[in-house]
């Protein structure tokens, strides 16, 4: 069995930066993608980034694109996500996941486990 947990979610202002991070435990990710998505109150969940199993490779939502980086460092387990110039629409829930494959991939039904998620929540 494999848990993930966030952390490093938290109230900031627009323009600010946060840094998520997604430890895993229960058994070496190493060889898998992983992912971040995100789920704001009433919306559907939605593809934030990914990456694939070595960190060579990357995806990213067009929303994201050059204020967000994902990365990873198999030796701790842990996938991060780098938020760069937020703003209040980026406000959710966001979630890591693990992907079925080595390869990034941005649907949710190539992800088989989940974290339970972290609040970020970005003030105007």
């Known amino acids: 069995q494999v848990q993930l947990v966030e952390s490093g979610g938290g109230l900031v202002q627009a323009g600010g930066s946060l840094r998520l991070s997604c430890a895993a435990s229960g058994r070496t990710l190493s060889s898998r993608a992983m992912g971040w998505f995100r789920q704001a109150p009433g919306k559907e969940r939605e593809f934030v980034a990914a990456i694939n199993w070595n960190g060579g490779n990357t995806a990213y939502a067009e929303f994201v694109k050059g204020r967000f980086t994902i990365s990873r460092d198999n030796a701790k387990n842990t996938v991060y996500l780098q938020m760069n110039s937020l703003k209040p629409e980026d406000t959710a829930v966001y979630y890591c996941?693990?992907?079925?494959?080595?390869?990034?991939?941005?649907?949710?039904?190539?992800?088989?486990?989940w974290g339970q998620g972290t609040q970020v929540t970005v003030s105007s």
């Open positions: 996941a693990t992907s079925l494959g080595n390869i990034a991939t941005t649907r949710s039904y190539h992800y088989d486990y």
